[in-house]
């Protein structure tokens, strides 16, 4: 590296962030983070677990095949071979970190079940405990690691390039503003969740890393598929707390008011049909004027408090015995299968700038992504990340720049609260033309608001290229599911790009 003392910029403490800054070792790293170290992530929340194809009768090949088979014909084929074929390796190094994944007396890996897998692969800890286990562990190695300087209650808030070169970064408290000169940048910022109503993803999860990423020139990808978790606890909590998927593995119901498992008449497969029909089934009932619960009573309420702990607590902490009581449920904006648009290398299309995680769109999960997907991406792509700028931290110059402090400003709480509002009602389970027209003026106001006195607002980019690019899509595919075109239109089976600046506002 050219800059002054060789410093990489990692933005962003979750899986990605916290792997990649560990795999850098022993090269110099700045490790940003909004809140304090392993807090304010979508990792440490992540139940089910990490797919990788390490049992006996499992193979890459099945793996893969299953990735291809929900992401609604769109999946990167040779991306996805890459992530799957490393995976075992990272889930190796995870467990030489520390991490202790569940074994049987054989000391053998344990490896679940979960919807549209053909073999058992999902690694996890204690059934449902595997983000924050990973996470505790990570974050100690992090303190402990020499290389690593932790920067904590930091916003990163602009991406700044010079003739599409990266040479650094502003970042922001309530107090004060601070420019990091470097010429490699590795943002892993997370997910969109939070752009919506109700959403499983932590408070962090604004998608703000990708409209600032946007807005320094990258290319995005997929923007349009967002997925949508059927079974949120609908009591109220922001972030709304999951049900895991594997419940309904283990034969909980999904039932109406009238106790009807209406979720049949959408999908012959019932409450174990894919994410997308079972959160539209339910997203129906609610239109009804229904309440939708999950229903585990009997047995495997009674087997929760050892089989699915975290889940179990949330009961207990809102009043909900599950061996007797229902619980509510609604969908839940949950995973951005899009995002910054990146190559096998995990480089964006502005040099210097690396994406990982969930705010990078590598291809792997297409229009839909298969369940325990993404920690694997993420694990995955901080190995190949942090060996490719091993490999070429010694080519890059930061050249001259001329800095220009910026005027980023967070969204109000009342335009936030807007915000969500019209995400869900327009651009959710279910859109059309004239809902998607909607929400792109109105969240254009909300931008011009802010632009109009002189300050840039990250989310509201991401929110408006998101909706842009559900308005390009007129088909329905994966996730994306549009009322007006409710089926595939072969002629669109590619991954979409937008930019920025197509935005045109
Ligand atoms: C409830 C839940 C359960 C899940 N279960 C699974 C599962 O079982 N298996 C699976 O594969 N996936 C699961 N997922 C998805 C998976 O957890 C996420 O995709 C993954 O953890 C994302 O990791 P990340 O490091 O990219 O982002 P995160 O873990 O969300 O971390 C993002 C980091 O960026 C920081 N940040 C954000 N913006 C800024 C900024 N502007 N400046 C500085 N810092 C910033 C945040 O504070 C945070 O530190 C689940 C998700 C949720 C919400």
Known sequence: MKTPDNRIVIIGAGLAGLFTAIKLAPLNVDLITSKKLGYGTSSQWAQAGIAAAMGKDDSIISHLKDTINVGGGIVDEKIAELVIKNGPDRVR????????????????????????HQHNRIVSVRGDMTGREIMETLTSVVKKSKHINIIEGYNAIELHQNKNKIFGVTIQNDTSQKFLESNCIVLATGGIGQLFKVTTNSKEALGDGVGMAARCGAILSDMEFVQFHPTAFDIGLDPAPLATEALRGEGAKIINSNEDRFTYKYHEAGELAPRDIVSRAIFNEQKTGSKVYLDCRGQLGNNMKDNFPTVYDLCIKNNINPIHDLIPISPAAHYHMGGIACDEYGRSSVDGLYVCGENACSGIHGANRLASNSLLE???FADIISNDIRINSNNMNIGNYNYIPPKVKKLDMSDLNRLRDIMTKYVGVERDQKGLEKAFKLVKDIYLKYNNSGYKNNSIITALL????????????GSHYRIDYPIKNVA????????YEELKI
């Open 93 to 116: 190094d995870l467990i030489s970190l520390g991490v202790s994944f569940d074994k049987n007396d054989q000391n053998e890996l344990i490896l679940r079940k979960e919807a549209a």
């Open 378 to 380: 993420a694990i995955v």
């Open 466 to 477: 998101i909706i842009k690019s559900a308005i390009n899509r007129t088909e329905h595919r």
């Open 492 to 499: 669109l089976t590619r991954r979409s790009k937008i930019t």
